[in-house]
């Protein structure tokens, strides 16, 4: 049997299904979310007293994401009161436009994005100059759209629904979305709620007296533990068998609460347990040549140990010495019972 001496797949090693780190943010996020408990309930609230602005603030790999990608599945259980955008740098301005005037179409209106341009009955279907604008610069490309028309769409639809847009890595946004949140946060839309994380500063444009601000500053050992068992139970490992209090308590240390950075050194401990592993299974091969402390040379007739001496080798890494074994011969003494002659003694009788 050839000996293991380099493995790919390690999570295998260790008896996992798959790497339960391999997926920076896993779905869907209810099921691997962990802590910031009372953060969570502060935007809880501000969602329904109608904050204007919510600003999630934290170093990178703090959780921002994570608490975004949570807001949003929360609120599409809502989707006949609340309307939703989400975007992050990965959404074009034109898809994010979209995704924004879409849910305040009326049925003419959707009617006509089936059309490829505003002539026929397509154009008899649109009665709003607004939307028309819009219609022309985000679907047909025909001109510029001004920032300003977007306002007045969204002003004028959200009556009965409410509009939440929320930006994930607002400091990585195109300055195309920095223009239309500056002109909708300037004229306070009633029913129009923005959350944004960033790991810096936003512009003081936006960042008004009615922002709330959240802070996440990483979480606690037992929040990061709870987090990797969920993790882990992905991968179909039902505890932490694999690591001890020590490692984990360190690591968490060395991470300062850091959601991400205590992934990743978890990960490289994982990884390092695995080669580990590997090595042990090499060491402990069968196969392997040990070492014998004695070996008796019995390969001899029984004959020829009766007549020679036996020979013992102790392999060491002392000088080997032999030593010769002789049989000793006892005469045995015959032991003679010792005769004991009894006294005899007169008996008088008495009269």
Excluded at 15 to 40: L, R
Excluded at 252 to 260: D, I, T, V
Aim: no cysteine; aromatic share 8%.
């Amino acid at each position: 049997m050839v000996e293991k001496q380099f493995i790919y797949f390690w999570y295998k090693e260790l008896g996992w299904k798959n790497d339960p780190f391999a997926v920076k943010h896993p779905e869907p996020v209810q099921e691997y979310i962990s802590g910031y408990e009372n953060e969570k309930k502060k935007i809880n609230y501000a969602i329904i007293e109608k904050t204007p602005i919510i600003l999630i603030t934290g170093k990178e790999g703090s959780g921002k994401t994570t608490i975004a990608l949570w807001l949003r599945d929360e609120l599409k259980r809502y989707k006949h009161l609340v309307a939703v955008d989400y975007i992050n740098r990965n959404v074009s301005f034109t898809n994010f436009l979209k995704n924004l005037i879409e849910p305040f179409m009326n049925i003419r209106e959707k009617l006509a994005l089936k059309g490829t341009s505003l002539s026929g009955k397509a154009e008899g279907l649109i009665k709003d100059e607004d939307f028309k604008q819009i219609f022309e610069a985000v679907y047909l490309h025909k001109n510029q759209l001004d920032p300003n028309t977007i306002e007045r769409y969204i002003a004028n639809r959200l009556k009965k629904k409410q509009l939440i847009i929320l930006i994930d890595d607002f400091n990585k946004a195109d300055e195309n979305y920095l223009k239309l949140i500056e002109i909708l946060t300037a004229n306070n839309i009633e029913g129009l709620q923005l959350i944004i994380s960033s790991s810096t500063a936003i512009p003081e444009s936006i960042n008004k007296n009615k922002t709330l601000k959240i802070e996440l500053n990483g979480l606690k050992l037992e929040e990061s533990k709870n987090m990797l068992i969920k993790r882990l139970n992905n991968a179909g490992v039902k505890s932490l068998e694999q690591f001890d209090d020590y490692d984990l308590t360190n690591i968490h240390k060395k991470s300062e609460g850091n959601p991400l950075k205590f992934l990743e050194l978890i990960r490289e401990k994982s990884i390092d347990i695995a080669l580990s592993k590997t090595k042990q299974l090499k060491n402990n091969n069968p196969n392997k040549e040990t070492k014998t402390i004695v070996d008796l040379d019995l390969s001899k007739e029984e004959t020829e140990k009766e007549s020679k001496p036996y020979e013992i080798k102790v392999i060491s890494s002392a000088e080997e010495r032999q030593y010769n074994i002789q049989p000793t011969i006892k005469k045995r003494e015959e032991v003679k019972p010792k005769r004991i002659e009894k006294e005899e003694r007169q008996v008088k009788r008495i009269r």
